[in-house]
C-alpha cells in the first residue's frame, strides 16, 4: 500500500488564490521531504527539500515566497502556492525517503497534486 | 556528479513482445539505482532498486534489470508486453551520502495491440 500519502489530487481555483498541498509520511518517520514539479510530457524537477524543524533548501531558479514549504512533523510536509497565478499550473509531486538501517533506501512517492489555477 | 540518460524518449512494442527500455548512469561514487513507473495523473511507483547486491534485480509485474558496471548500464527489461504496462518509465540514480535522487528524462512506453 502507499507509504507516502499526498493531499489533494487535484486542485483547481481562481488566480491569486493561494494553495496547501500535504504531504504526509505513513507509516515511518521522515526528517527529509522532496518536493517536485512536473510539466507535461517532462521529467520531474526537484523544487526544494523539506527539513524537519528548520528551512527548506530550494533548488535555483524556484521561488521561496512564492512556493512556502512548512516540515513542521516528523510525518507532515506542506507545499503552499502562494498567490498562485496560470504559469503555476502542473503536477506537483512529493517524495520521502525511509532512513534505511542498510543501504540507500528508495524514495516514495505521493500521488501527486494536480493544480489548474483559472 | 551524477547523471542519468535514458536512451529513448519513446519505445513501442506489440503485446506479448519483449520490452528493452535503456538507461545509462553516471556516478562517482557506487550508486545505487531505481526504476520508477508513473501512470497518467499519478505519482510514482518504485518497480525495483539496484543497492550494491546481486547484479540481476527482480522487481514488480514481471520487470527486471541487470546492473552493468563495465557499460554503466541498469536496462530494465519484460519477456512479455502486457497493454498495462503502458506508462512512463524513470531511471534514477543515487548515492549513499545524499538523499537526492537524479532522474533520467523518462521513456514512455507504448504497446500496441
Known amino acids: 500500500g502507499a507509504v507516502v500519502s499526498q493531499h489533494p489530487s487535484r486542485v483547481i481555483c481562481k488566480s491569486g488564490t493561494s494553495v496547501k498541498i500535504e504531504c504526509r509520511s505513513l507509516?515511518?518517520?521522515?526528517?527529509?521531504m522532496f518536493w517536485y514539479r512536473q510539466f507535461p510530457k517532462q521529467s520531474l524537477m526537484l523544487m526544494a527539500t523539506?527539513?524537519?524543524?528548520?528551512?527548506?533548501?530550494?533548488e535555483q531558479g524556484v521561488e521561496k515566497d512564492k512556493f512556502l514549504i512548512n516540515h513542521a512533523s516528523l510525518t507532515l510536509s506542506t507545499l503552499t502556492v502562494t498567490s498562485a497565478h496560470p504559469e503555476d499550473s502542473s503536477f506537483y509531486i512529493c517524495?520521502?525517503?525511509?532512513?534505511?538501517?542498510?543501504?540507500?533506501?528508495?524514495?516514495?512517492f505521493g500521488d501527486g497534486t494536480r493544480l489548474s489555477i483559472l | 556528479a551524477q547523471s542519468v540518460t535514458q536512451l529513448d524518449s519513446h519505445v513501442s512494442v506489440s503485446e506479448g513482445t519483449p520490452v528493452l527500455l535503456r538507461c545509462n548512469y553516471s556516478?562517482?561514487?557506487?550508486?545505487?539505482l531505481f526504476w520508477y513507473v508513473q501512470h497518467p495523473n499519478k505519482g510514482l511507483q518504485l518497480l525495483l532498486k539496484?543497492?550494491?547486491?546481486?547484479?540481476l534485480v527482480k522487481g514488480i509485474n514481471g520487470f527486471e534489470a541487470e546492473f552493468k558496471k563495465s557499460e554503466t548500464s541498469f536496462h530494465l527489461t519484460k519477456p512479455s508486453a502486457h497493454m498495462s504496462d503502458a506508462a512512463e518509465y524513470f531511471c534514477?540514480?543515487?548515492?549513499?551520502?545524499?538523499?537526492?535522487?537524479?532522474f533520467g528524462k523518462g521513456t514512455r512506453l507504448h504497446i500496441l495491440p
Open positions: 517524495s520521502a525517503r525511509r532512513q534505511g538501517v542498510i543501504g540507500n533506501q528508495p524514495q516514495h
Open positions: 507509516d515511518f518517520q521522515a526528517t527529509t
Open positions: 523539506s527539513n524537519e524543524g528548520s528551512k527548506a533548501t530550494y
Open positions: 556516478s562517482s561514487y557506487s550508486p545505487s
Open positions: 539496484y543497492t550494491s547486491a546481486a547484479t
Open positions: 534514477v540514480v543515487s548515492d549513499d551520502r545524499d538523499d537526492k535522487i537524479i
